[in-house]
């Protein structure tokens, strides 16, 4: 019953549990705190979390033979 309908979880966009629509939020606060949000669509009241999520990016470094590019 309380399980939501639609894919709330890791969404790029915040996400009506309610009625599925997604809105286009610009997001100014606090990670990882609870807010409240009203739908656009529906009118119904839902909590949201943010996450930041970090990413990685790795390469190796160029020797200095490879760096020269000769
Ligand atoms: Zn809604």
Known sequence: MSREEF???YTDNLTCPHCGH???HDFEGEYD???D???DNCEE???FTV???LK???KKK???NEGKNV
């Open 62 to 64: 160029l020797t200095e």
């Open 37 to 39: 949000n009203c739908c």
């Open 22 to 24: 997604e809105h286009d």
């Open 51 to 53: 996450e930041l999520a």
């Open 45 to 47: 009241y839902f909590d």
């Open 33 to 35: 705190e609870e807010f």
């Open 56 to 58: 990685y990016n790795s």
């Open 7 to 9: 894919d709330t979880t």
